[in-house]
């Protein structure tokens, strides 16, 4: 088998998602797949910064907020710069009434470690390479008035249409469903979920073939 990105020689085993993302007692059987030299370079810090926003939006799952104790609390103070980089364009906001605070939170990196995992998933699942480039959507990261953007409002209306039956062995940390749409594998929606609440879809851009891309692509 080899690299899940490129298809070229097998260099190495990566994790989907990261190692990072599961709490310690919640790795059973981790994904993973084979990558190639170039695509197995170190994202650690790629993926600590993504981590650390998830957890940080759900507090209200309790396996999420242990996480975000023990994990991210971790990570950002052994890295100065993550939490700086995190955390440093806050902006006053109204939300239902309670001036509170936002984070800018870096969507590019965001969606090329979704990416890095969905690409993942979807070659684990079929053995082979996910020939679409992907566009991420998700109601939990919201433009600056905290509205949804576009694709938000769009899977707003498609999740009431769709029951995912998701999958994954260790469901607290992450789950992953496959929503149909022309019987092409490859033109398939993955919908993926941490710590039982952040959700992001990850829809196919067009139904050509393509070789899978993992910067943001507009
Ligand atoms: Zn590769």
Not at 34 to 48: A, G, I, P, R
Not at 114 to 119: D, F, G, S
Not at 147 to 169: S, V
Request: hydrophobic letters at 35%.
């Amino acid at each position: 088998m080899s690299c899940y990105i490129c298809g070229k020689e097998k260099e190495s085993v990566e994790h989907a998602p990261p190692k990072s993302f599961f709490p310690k007692g919640k790795r059973n059987s981790l994904i993973t797949v084979n990558s190639c030299k170039v695509h197995n370079q170190d994202t650690s810090l790629d993926d600590e910064y993504v981590r650390n926003i998830i957890t940080m939006m759900i507090q209200g799952s309790s396996i999420a907020y242990d996480h975000f104790l023990t994990k991210s609390i971790k990570s950002f103070s052994r890295s100065p710069a993550l939490l700086k980089s995190t955390t440093e364009k806050w902006h006053p906001v109204n939300y239902n009434g309670v001036d509170t605070k936002a984070i800018e939170i870096d969507r590019d990196r965001v969606d090329v470690v979704m990416r890095k995992i969905a690409y993942a998933v979807f070659y684990h699942k079929y053995s082979q390479r996910w020939l679409r480039k992907l566009i991420t959507a998700t109601t939990y990261l919201k433009i600056p008035n905290l509205e949804n953007d576009d694709l938000g409002d769009m899977i707003e209306e498609l999740q009431n249409k769709h029951t995912p039956a998701y999958e994954g062995n260790n469901p607290e940390a992450f789950q992953y469903a496959f929503m149909e749409t022309d019987g092409n594998i490859n033109n398939q929606i993955l919908r993926m979920r941490f710590y039982e609440g952040f959700e992001i879809w990850m829809i196919p851009d067009g139904d050509e073939a393509n070789e899978p891309e993992l910067n943001t692509l507009y």
